[in-house]
């Protein structure tokens, strides 16, 4: 099991930019898909990011060309720089190691508005 802490979220204007970070602990990190899930209010949690071991990427159609994931293996570390942010974008953002159904970190809350 991988023990997963979000941070770097917050209140943003719309077209701003946020960067979050996700720090791992415990399992085998370095070997398994991570990646950014966000759960809107009355909104299931949806995976927008993922990037395997290998660093093949994956976005939701909502958030490419406006979000980067990227990950620090040796420092265990997932990153999820977002760009041009929209009041659609504001959810909990959780990060994931393992896919949905893997581990789960706490959330950390995003909100876009003026």
Not at 5 to 16: A, D, F, K, M, R
Not at 19 to 32: H, K, Q
Not at 79 to 84: A, D, E, F, K, R
């Amino acid at each position: 099991q991988v023990q997963l802490v979000e941070s770097g979220g917050g209140l943003v204007q719309p077209g701003g930019s946020l960067r979050l970070s996700c720090a791992a602990s415990g399992g085998v990190f370095d070997i398994l898909a991570v990646g950014w899930g966000r759960q809107a209010p009355g909104k299931q949690r949806e995976l927008v990011a993922t990037i395997t071991n290998s660093g093949s990427i994956n976005y939701v159609d909502s958030v490419k060309g406006r979000f980067a994931i990227s990950r620090d293996n040796a420092k265990n570390m997932v990153y999820l720089q977002m760009n041009s942010l929209k009041p659609e974008d504001t959810a909990v953002y959780y990060c994931n190691a393992g896919g949905v159904a893997g581990d789960w970190g706490r959330g950390t809350q995003v909100t876009v508005s003026s």
